[in-house]
């Protein structure tokens, strides 16, 4: 029989065994406490990663796009075609076309000048604008510039708009592409002074408004100074009726100026915030059916 001082040792050796097995238990939890912790803190620190990874790449796209200026995605065209204007006294027909030499231009594409005799005022054409940004379709209309019809014909069938590149398009107010310098580079310094090496007599009458759809000659303010320029009017434009108008331009065609103004303008002037299309549009042909 077990004396009162082997049981007190057995008890307290019982006791210290029970504290060892909580301070272990207690060591276990703790250390799986930790690894819970540890691993969530990894779980989070992975998410935390994968987020600011992902904003970062997002944030990174949006500086790209901010650096760059944007489309004018909120430039008002108007949907409603211009109609052609009308002459209140038909011309002769035929007509007598004046086109003279001029060397005050550059011209570096020599071309022949047009026949400037029994030319028909009556009657239409239609030619394709063929460029880098899409075929423009054109009617001209010789009842109302059949000299303008007639020069613009003949350069066409020597070649001589091929490789020529629109250099000025107006945005705001003056809602139109100009082309037709044989010497544009798509230096605004320089572009619109090119030629064909002669010049045609104005055309233009009352009557006349520009808009949507309108085909017209480019000149200076010299009077009978026309050439080879031209610019074909997508939207407004407020201007004396000093320009002649000889045609105009198909829905079709419509839909590529809208393209190219939508692109928007390559380094506008401060004078009149025209400039070179952002949208390159260059000439690879002209067909005359």
């Known amino acids: 029989m077990a004396t009162n001082q082997q049981r007190r040792e057995a008890a307290k050796r019982k006791l210290?065994?029970?504290?060892?097995?909580?301070?272990?238990?207690?060591?276990?939890?703790?250390?799986?406490?930790?690894?819970?912790?540890?691993?969530?803190?990894?779980?989070v620190a992975g998410v935390v990663v994968w987020i600011v990874s992902a904003n970062g790449g997002d944030n990174t796209n949006a500086a790209a796009s901010s650096s760059a200026a944007p489309p004018p995605t909120d430039l008002q065209i108007p949907t409603q075609r211009t109609a052609l204007p009308k002459r209140s006294k038909p011309l002769p027909n035929p007509t007598t076309c004046d086109f003279k030499a001029d060397t005050t231009g550059k011209a570096p594409k020599k071309v022949n000048l047009p026949d400037g005799k029994n030319v028909p005022s009556t009657g239409t054409v239609n030619v394709t604008l063929k460029s880098t940004a899409g075929d423009i379709p054109l009617t001209l209309d010789r009842s109302l510039a059949p000299c303008a019809v007639q020069s613009f014909l003949s350069l066409a069938k020597q070649n001589f708009y091929d490789g020529t590149m629109c250099h000025r398009l107006g945005t705001e107010g003056l809602q139109m592409l100009q082309c037709g310098d044989p010497a544009a580079t798509g230096d605004p310094t320089q572009d619109g002074q090119g030629g064909p090496g002669y010049t045609m007599p104005d055309e233009a009458f009352p009557e006349i408004k520009y808009g949507r759809g309108i085909l017209a000659m480019a000149k200076t303010q010299a009077p009978?100074?026309?050439?080879?320029?031209?610019?074909?009017?997508?939207?407004?434009?407020?201007?004396?009726?000093?320009?002649?108008?000889?045609?105009?331009?198909?829905?079709?065609?419509?839909?590529?100026?809208?393209?190219?103004a939508r692109a928007g303008i390559a380094n506008p002037s401060p004078q009149d915030g025209t400039g070179a299309p952002t949208k390159q549009v260059k000439f690879t042909g002209v067909t005359v059916q």
Do not use: H, W
């Not at 210290?16 to 779980?43: F, N, P, S, T």
């Not at 009017?233 to 000889?246: K, N």
């Open 16 to 43: 210290e065994r029970q504290l060892d097995r909580r301070k272990e238990q207690q060591k276990r939890r703790r250390m799986i406490g930790a690894g819970v912790v540890g691993v969530a803190v990894l779980v």
């Open 224 to 260: 009978n100074s026309g050439g080879s320029q031209f610019f074909m009017v997508y939207g407004t434009a407020e201007l004396s009726p000093d320009y002649s108008v000889f045609g105009s331009i198909s829905d079709e065609g419509l839909k590529v100026l809208d393209a190219v």
